[in-house]
């Protein structure tokens, strides 16, 4: 019988023996150069899984940064790139200690309490005196120099720069849970559709015999697992919208093929 559920990371530890923990990274193609974010999807899962959202649907493509201000942030997300632009619904504010407006940080840009959507900025120094207002979901790993490079453009009046810095393109890296060797892989599965909304089917290039099949998030949460011989279909219409791996193992616990699948309602 399939079965849907939630478990957490421990759980996961015990079904693979391994612990699931890596969080999504992000990549900036800009018309400046190219710099990486790791998001805190443990820490802030609402505010971090909304962009990733975005970011699946490739919102934030040719989008500009259309706030700069030099030695604080710079700011971008927005589709009309006048400042008061959005997906067209708002998000929950979430906050932890843990997440904190310092240097290099990615926070939740805002017009007042829960009004988040799209637009987001890059803390250039320490603005701390911004928590709790405005929530932190991620950090520049790679490349600060570009964002650094970004701020000190030339703007006008209402800071918006005089010529566009645009974001080309943002995608999500291909980073694995870690303990997988994605070199080591011996089975090939195709997934369809991706993004997937009701229904994700998956098809192996071969019988796998006395095999299971999972889904997990980023931070280590089972949410469907079965047995898998070749062909099999996951529900996903009770999921929340996201990003996923799927994982098939066999009888001695060891991975034979992992695919990562987009949620989208």
Partial sequence: MKKLLVYTAITMSLLFGKRVSAQTEVIFYTT??????????TLQP????????LVVEKF???????????GFVIQGGDPMGTG???PGYTIDDEFDPLASNVQKALGMANAGPNTGGSQFYINMVDNTYLDPNYPVF????????????????????????LVPVVMDSVRIKQTWPTGINTNVL????????????DIIQINASE?????????INNTGQLFWEDSFSGDTQIPAADLPTGLY????????QQYLAVKRVAIEH
């Fill in 84 to 86: 008061f632009g959005g």
């Fill in 138 to 161: 991620g950090i520049v790993i790679d490349h600060f120099d570009v964002v650094e490079a970004i701020s000190h453009v030339e703007v006008n009046g209402l800071d918006k720069p």
């Fill in 46 to 53: 609402i505010t971090a899984g909304n962009f990733i959202s």
């Fill in 245 to 252: 791996f799927i994982i098939v193992s066999n009888e001695h």
């Fill in 60 to 70: 934030y493509d040719e989008i500009i940064f259309h706030r700069v201000v030099e």
């Fill in 186 to 197: 011996v089975l090939d599965i195709s997934v369809s559709p991706n993004p997937a909304t």
């Fill in 207 to 215: 019988v796998c015999e006395n095999c299971n099949v999972s889904l």
């Fill in 32 to 41: 400046m150069g190219v710099f990486e974010v790791e998001l805190y999807d």
